[in-house]
């Protein structure tokens, strides 16, 4: 089975549907454990601290994504767009 680019834009749906409902089950699930997350505003967290500060420090109420592209380098999809 391979994973195409259509997978990889699901998987970014269930991240930021997760992300809206505060869903930290789902984003340990989602996230790889050496996530390292960099915000819009430089502040970068890990994985435990970004779900940790979900709720309290970062909270989304919807988001909308455009020009995505997912490009494959190997066994690694890169998503590249813009968020609002």
């Known amino acids: 089975m391979s994973i195409t680019a259509k ?3 699901a ?3 269930q ?11 789902a984003l ?10 960099t915000h819009s505003s430089g502040a970068i967290d890990t994985k435990a601290s970004f779900i940790a500060a979900m709720g309290a420090k970062y909270t989304y109420t919807a988001s909308q994504r455009t020009e995505e592209a ?3 380098y190997g066994d690694t999809a890169l998503v ?3 968020a609002v």
Do not use: P, S
């Not at 991240?15 to 089950?25: E, G, H, L, P, S």
């Not at 996230?31 to 997350?37: I, P």
């Open 7 to 9: 997978d990889i834009l």
């Open 80 to 82: 590249t767009g813009r």
């Open 28 to 37: 340990g699930r989602l996230f790889h454990d050496e996530l390292v997350y």
């Open 11 to 13: 998987l970014e749906d």
């Open 70 to 72: 997912v490009r494959f």
């Open 15 to 25: 991240r930021y549907a997760a992300m809206v409902a505060i869903d930290k089950a």
